[in-house]
DNA sequence: ACCGTTCCCGGAACCGTTCCCGAAAAAAAG
DNA sequence: CTTTTTTTCGGGAACGGTTCCGGGAACGGT
């Protein structure tokens, strides 16, 4: 195995010192024409490359990015993952995953491996069993910039992406309204976060604009997850008053309810109608195709990335924090088009 | 922001060397317990942590695991990147994700990179537009180890991870004879990949195991891609000679020619029967049910990471390397139960 | 009282790079 | 032919650790 070659041994078979190599690579203005030259031509034919670690060291920059998520699996997060990385890749960083697995203890931990390892920046999407922040605010505090996206901390100043979750929600109940449902139930995520307490606050909205009545059974909380979705399915259909329609808080879940449903035997839309929330690439082939409210996975993850680079890369902390709202775009489906079948 | 703790820092605070905090910190035997205790005491107060990066550059060792992957949205290759974070994490090592979006410079660069950041060791699942795999076998020789999974290249001599291909697909196309299908067709993969020659082959053997026809038209080639699967699906079900089967080399072509078979008003598995490979999860909610041939890629990811880090820390280069050939599993559903329908 | 050990610890080199500072040689100015 | 300026380069410190080497003090044995 060839030891890599460095600037010493540049210099060793040229005769100069190290410093004048350095300053020969680096286009120094103090290096004679001549010098540069012989310097540079070496280089290129022993293939030297610099070290990046030495760099680090000297300015505590790693060019690196921290990102955790819940789980890597999710098709969500993967293609925000994948979002970072372009972005990361164009800018000449890299990209350091964790996954927290919905758990506090292990975000902490990830969080201290972000911070010993020296990460430029931390791009996050919180745990939902996770209550306090602190941990985030002290990696701040340490100089590490943060952008949350998607589930986001309202304890945290700083940068974030979202989307309209609100509205989101808000627009998919008046669809099922419109459709023609009025027992509309809603499976919520984990009240921990954001996301899940404001598409819970859209659904009461529409329906209390239009009239319909909020009741405490047709609520429920579930995890964002495809087995807890069934569980929850099972539970609403149980009821001695059922739900002609159930929005879901996600894609998964609603996935969740969509084996539920069929393996009860009920039609979709007719006996009851069904919206998730993500748009998933699967949402469209499920059978019926499922109604979502979608959103820009891809780009949330790009954008998260373009604002820490920029956190990082502007030495002054700026004077205010921006969150940037993304749009969501209602895709109706079969699932819920009640008024058609 | 508070410059993190050195060594150096404690060392003036007690009056000591370095060399002695180093020691002490390390559990040394030749410092004295009392100076240890005042070290380990006042290391605790100031939450010292020592810096990595200086220890890569001692080392030449960075506790990083590198992973390409065509796309990391590929739910195939996250949950396999799942796998791998898992492992890695619990040996305190981290990774760095890097995609080659199916493109041969890409991948070069990736490698590149990988290289000049000295990383301990490499993932990877080859690009499909890979012809040569030279930058691997450098990548090698600089030292750096590599474990191929799934998308393996057999110009390069290391351990791999891979799932029985062939077989897998033996028992995909016997299971459509079964099922009283006699014109089957398979949309492969790229021809570059072995993955999509032993998938292939196994189709044939099974086909002429049972002594039904192998025909050039009712086999056609694709990228791994839900847009591909549908183009094909339209290509075959144009033949003179329509198919009674399709056969996808992935469930993502799978899901294409699902969508594509329903717009053209198939009824599957009646008219035509399907089947896939990977079993994605979604898959069992398409309607009809995929049947498909599943690969437990997350253990994969973990099998890869465990081969990788057995790589890295035996300083030795093995005797022989080690193919691990895990093993498929037929999951039959509707799409292909011809006899019940 | 002398010598060999053992116990603790400090100094310095090293990993690969940048950069400040000073200095020799060359060029320009007097 | 000095003096000053410019050009060009080398030496060393620094980043944060580890480790080799050497040395003073205490201790035991004769």
Redesign the interface.
């Given at each position: 195995?060839?030891a890599?070659v460095t600037i010493k041994e540049i210099a060793r078979q040229l005769g100069v010192s190290k410093s004048t190599v350095s300053r020969a690579l680096r286009d120094s203005s103090e290096i004679s024409q001549e010098t540069k030259d012989r310097v540079l031509e070496l280089a290129r034919q022993l293939n030297y490359?610099?070290?990046?670690?030495?760099l680090?060291?000297l300015n505590n920059r790693?060019h690196?990015l921290g990102i955790i998520v819940p789980?890597?699996?999710?098709?969500f997060f993967?293609?925000a993952?994948?979002g970072v990385?372009?972005i990361a890749?164009s800018r000449g960083y890299?990209?350091?995953?964790?996954?927290s697995h919905e758990s506090y203890e292990r975000e902490l931990i990830d969080v201290q491996?972000i911070a010993?390892?020296?990460a430029d920046g931390l791009i996050v999407s919180v745990s939902s069993q996770s209550e306090k922040h602190d941990h985030f605010v002290e990696l701040q505090?340490?100089?590490i910039p943060i952008v949350f996206f998607d589930r986001v901390s309202d304890a945290v100043q700083t940068h974030k992406v979202i989307v309209d979750d609100y509205k989101g929600a808000y627009d998919a109940t008046e669809h099922l309204i419109k459709e023609g449902s009025r027992r509309i139930a809603h499976i919520a995520g984990p009240p921990n976060l954001s996301i899940s307490r404001n598409r819970l606050q859209g659904y009461r909205d529409a329906l209390q604009k239009h009239g319909l009545p909020f009741r405490d059974e047709w609520v429920v909380a579930s995890e964002y997850s495809?087995s807890e979705g069934t569980e929850r399915a099972y539970q609403l259909m149980a009821l001695r008053e059922r739900p002609d329609a159930i929005f879901a808080a996600s894609d998964r879940i609603a996935?969740g309810v969509?084996?539920a449903l069929r393996q009860l035997g009920y039609r979709m839309p007719e006996d009851i109608a069904l919206m998730g929330f993500s748009d998933l690439?699967?949402s469209?082939?499920?059978?019926?195709p499922l109604s979502s409210v979608a959103q820009p996975s891809?780009e949330m993850g790009q954008q998260a990335a373009e604002l820490l680079l920029e956190l990082i890369e502007s030495k002054s902390t700026p004077a205010s924090f921006e969150t940037r709202v993304l749009k969501t775009n209602l895709v109706i489906r079969r699932s819920s088009m009640k008024n058609i079948s």
């Open positions: 195995m060839p890599s490359s610099p070290n990046p670690i030495a680090s060291l790693t690196t789980e890597i699996a999710n098709p993967s293609t993952i994948g990385e372009d890749y890299h990209v350091m995953i964790y996954q491996h010993t390892r020296r505090e340490k100089g495809q996935m969509h084996w690439s699967i469209a082939l499920l059978d019926p891809f």
